[in-house]
């Protein structure tokens, strides 16, 4: 399972997509919601909003439903 680089957590499908999403194509080190919104210093609420408005363009990293999906590496 890919988990957190900063808190180990498990990550969903839609936490891959978005780190990939705002930090690269070829990111390799996936993040958390929290850990993403600290980054950027966000609430999650607006990394949830992003997770939504990518999906609702119809964005390919963000297919199905990632919301409870844990990935694997």
């Not at 936490?15 to 850990?35: N, Q």
Request: hydrophobic share 35%.
């Amino acid at each position: 399972m890919a988990n957190c680089a900063d808190c180990r957590r498990r990550l969903t499908n839609d936490e891959v997509a978005v780190t990939r999403k705002l930090l690269g194509l070829g990111e390799t080190s996936f993040y958390c919601k929290t850990c993403l919104a600290g980054k950027f210093r966000v609430d999650e609420a607006t990394i949830d909003g992003m997770i939504r408005r990518y999906r609702e363009l119809g964005c390919w990293l963000f297919a199905g439903n990632g919301d409870e999906t844990e990935v694997s590496e």
